[in-house]
């Protein structure tokens, strides 16, 4: 079965301070791999997307993720973490069409 | 903006109630899936409608039904409301791609007491 597995439920970090946000996955099939973001009392937004194409994917407000099938992984980073940036974060794997999230990531940012 | 909206943002019921959520998916797509986000969980899937069918189911009973209409937007029904019913529901738009990428409304929230 197709599964994903966030690494921390909570990541607390300073501003201005490098951002690791870590998920695995568990594929039989080439996956479609995301990354939503969710602000208080709202719904997800996209973040990023990695379809198959370059392993580097680049999404909004500077965050990047890396498709490495090796290690399973899919980790999210930013170089500079900001105050914005506080939120929970969630990684999410297609299995035909429907999405299977992560338990998330609530991010804290530190003055 | 996604240009998913949902309605209402808010509701509160009591138990053994029955509710209906509505959607409107973005423009251009043709795909509606549904989630249900419990207090501190990642959301779960509870269906999709594609072109007005059914179009896979997670593992929910079968008091949580669906309708897409015409016009692509949606309704999530659930009958014989129980307090752990009580989450965020999401409604998310997308075309029928292989990717799927989905774009999500804002939620609904709801409370059974």
């Known amino acids: 079965a197709q599964s994903v597995t966030q690494l921390g439920s909570h990541v607390s970090v300073s501003e201005g301070a490098l951002v690791l946000l870590r998920c695995n996955y568990s594929?039989?099939?080439?996956?479609?791999l995301f990354w939503y973001v969710q602000y208080p009392n709202q719904g997800l937004q996209l973040l990023l997307k990695?379809?198959?194409?370059?392993?580097l994917v680049k999404g909004i407000n500077g965050f990047e993720a890396e498709f490495k099938k090796s290690e399973t992984s899919f980790h999210l980073t930013k170089p500079s973490a900001h105050m914005s940036d506080a939120a929970e974060y969630f990684c999410?794997?297609?299995?035909?069409?429907?999405?299977?999230f992560g338990q998330g990531t609530e991010l804290s940012v530190k003055p | 903006e996604t240009g998913v909206t949902q309605s209402p943002t808010h509701l509160i019921k009591t138990r053994g109630q029955q509710v209906t959520l509505r959607c409107s998916s973005q423009?251009?797509?043709?795909?509606v899936s549904w989630y249900q986000q419990a207090l501190g969980q990642g959301p779960q899937f509870i269906f999709q409608?594609?072109?007005?069918?059914?179009?896979g189911r997670g593992n929910f009973p079968p008091r949580f039904s669906g309708l897409q209409f015409p016009n692509y937007s949606s309704e999530l029904n659930v009958n014989a409301l129980e307090l752990d019913d009580s989450a965020l529901y999401l409604c998310?738009?997308?075309?029928?791609?292989?990717?799927?990428?989905?774009?999500f409304g804002a939620g609904t929230r709801l409370s059974v007491l």
């Open positions: 998310a738009s997308s075309l029928a791609t292989r990717e799927n990428i989905q774009y």
């Open positions: 594929s039989s099939v080439p996956p479609y």
């Open positions: 990695y379809t198959s194409a370059a392993t």
């Open positions: 999410a794997l297609n299995q035909g069409g429907k999405l299977i």
């Open positions: 423009s251009g797509h043709n795909t």
């Open positions: 409608y594609y072109r007005e069918e059914e179009n």
